[in-house]
């Protein structure tokens, strides 16, 4: 069987949890893009779903990307109270912004202290036949939802990089859908990037 119709026959058999959590991300992630508050009740639809396939429908499981969803959760309600409130009438506490040199320095550090504990309690504790991978995509992912959660800009490029990794990795794991899924996160993450990035301008004016 050639890869198109290897393709063919997943997507045809693709689970329902597997279509829902598919377009509940993708809309999440526009309404992200969109600086739109409905990012986090889609968002968390879609985590979830995710979650438990990567948990329970993959072989062996992807530990971390699936722990990574439950964090998605976590920080979405997190994200979803930030995003909401104001400093007045007509003032958001956490407009779109650039971070400052030591939230960034934070963020960095984070990822690397991420990378490693994830990569080493794959190594040692589970059966993951991609730990560097999977290690890769949730510390990324972990930093690029806080600063989400902040309105920072550089929460894109933090998408981007793990959006980059994560679509030969669910490749790999014959995740079709996903794979598709996370190459439109990746045309949406610049997407984002540029918008918010012209938002943060006029912010300024």
Not at 100 to 124: C, D, H, N, P, Q
Not at 196 to 205: D, S, T, V
């Amino acid at each position: 069987m050639d890869f198109w119709e290897k393709f063919i026959s997943n997507v045809q058999h693709t689970s329902w949890q597997e279509w829902v959590s598919t377009v509940t991300q993708i809309a999440s992630v526009w309404y992200a893009r969109k600086n739109n508050i409905l990012v986090y009740p889609t968002g968390i639809v879609g985590v979830l779903l995710a979650a438990y396939l990567y948990f329970f429908d993959s072989h062996p499981p992807l530990y971390a990307d699936g722990t990574l969803n439950i964090y998605y959760f976590l920080m979405s309600i997190y994200g979803w109270y930030n995003w909401v409130q104001k400093k007045d009438a007509e003032h958001l506490t956490y407009p779109i912004s650039w971070c400052s040199k030591r939230e960034l320095s934070i963020g960095i550090l984070v990822f690397l202290l991420a990378w490693g504990i994830i990569y080493f309690t794959l190594v040692t504790i589970t059966d993951s036949n991609t730990p560097i991978l999977d290690s890769l995509v949730s510390s990324s992912a972990v930093v690029a939802m806080w600063w989400m959660a902040k309105r920072k800009i550089e929460n894109w490029l933090a998408w981007i990089a793990s959006n980059i990794i994560a679509v030969p990795l669910n490749f790999y794991k014959e995740f079709y859908l996903f794979t598709l899924m996370y190459v439109l996160f990746l045309v949406l993450a610049i997407w984002g990037f540029i918008e918010w990035k012209k938002q943060a301008a006029k912010n300024q004016l």
